[in-house]
């Protein structure tokens, strides 16, 4: 099992920028597919953006062009750099790890589900 710890989030004013962290606790470059999730107040839990092994991208059209998702493998971190932020960015923010050989990308989230999750950070963005 891996362990996630996400930091990062805060509170900041709309048309800010916020860097997001997800520590690994062990070495990442070899996992299949992670994934960044948020989980506005009173909705459901959402997969925004994925990266494979490979360093291919999918993003939801929600947060394209404004949230690239990276990995430092040599950290074991997975990065989100947030622009552009709007009060309905306002979420908590997941990171999540597939070790299963199933693929990435947002179409298999849902169907294969991840293995490992962080706690989450909260991002809330002021108008």
């Known amino acids: 099992q891996v362990q996630l710890v996400e930091s990062g989030g805060g509170s900041v004013e709309a048309g800010g920028s916020l860097r997001l962290s997800c520590a690994a606790s062990e070495y990442i470059g070899s996992v299949t597919c992670m994934a960044w999730y948020r989980q506005p107040p009173g909705k459901e839990r959402e997969g925004i953006a994925t990266?494979?092994?490979?360093?291919?991208?999918d993003y939801v059209d929600s947060v394209k062009g404004r949230f690239p998702i990276s990995k430092d493998n040599a950290n074991n971190r997975l990065l989100l750099q947030i622009y552009s932020l709007k009060p309905d960015d306002t979420a908590m923010y997941y990171c999540a790890a597939r070790r299963r050989r199933l693929g990435c990308g947002l179409s298999t989230l849902s169907y294969y589900g991840m293995d490992d999750w962080g706690k989450g950070t909260l991002v809330t963005i002021s108008s």
């Open positions: 990266i494979d092994n490979d360093g291919n991208t």
